[in-house]
Every structure is written in structure tokens, then in C-alpha cells.
């Protein structure tokens, strides 16, 4: 599935029990992120370790669950604490691609009124 530019996306910052699916990780979300598992958010979580990502999102009909295992390394990300975050899509893209998303900085989006 490709996703929208405009996807709103929150990372949880403290640690969870990587056994949890998609139903315990439903719960995280009303739990930790205070919000309607089923809302247009995508829901990323993290491992202790720091090697192990999943992203829950609701679409449509039903519950998708993406999981990223590094076999080597781990992914930047930002120190443990209770809360979350909000990131954009390109931020989830760095996240994933292994760069430190917190240090880069991308182009400023522009948006223009077509008044032709």
C-alpha cells in the first residue's frame, strides 16, 4: 500500500513487549498515545534493544502490522522515556533507512495556490 504525504504518524519512545500483535498493540495505543487505534495515524513502536521496529495502522477494514528486524546495528532512535512524538512520513523513511531522522533536516514543503 502506498501512503499519503499527509499521513500523521507517532512514535512511542519507551520500550514495549515485542510479543504484543495487532490486538495488544490496539491497546498500546488508546493506552500510551491517547488516541483511537483506528484513527488516520500510523503507530510506531520500538524495542529495548533498539533493533526491532513495527508500525500499526488501521486501513479500511482491518488492522496492517509492519516489522523491521535489523540484522546488524540499530536504528536511531531517541532515547527511552515515557510519551510519545509526532514525525512526518520523510522522517519515518530516514527511521527506517537506518539515518538519524532527529539530525536531519529536509527541504521546507511549499505549497502553492494555483490561481492560473
Known amino acids: 500500500m502506498l501512503l499519503p504525504n499527509k499521513i500523521r504518524i507517532l512514535i ?3 520500550k514495549i513487549d515485542f510479543r504484543r500483535g495487532m490486538d495488544g498493540l490496539s491497546i498500546l495505543v488508546a493506552d500510551l498515545f491517547n488516541q483511537n487505534p483506528i484513527s488516520d495515524y500510523l503507530f510506531v513502536f520500538r524495542n529495548n534493544y533498539g533493533d526491532k521496529v513495527k ?9 496492517v502490522l509492519w516489522y523491521k528486524r535489523l540484522e546488524k546495528g ?6 527511552l522515556k515515557d510519551g510519545c512524538f509526532e ?4 522522517q519515518l523513511r530516514w527511521l527506517l533507512e537506518g539515518l538519524d531522522f532527529m539530525k536531519i533536516k529536509g527541504h521546507e ?3 502553492y495556490d494555483k490561481h492560473y
Open 12 to 14: 512511542c519512545t519507551q
Open 55 to 63: 508500525v500499526l495502522y488501521w486501513d479500511r477494514n482491518g488492522f
Open 74 to 79: 540499530r536504528f536511531k532512535l531517541p532515547p
Open 87 to 90: 514525525l512526518n512520513l520523510q
Open 109 to 111: 514543503e511549499l505549497y
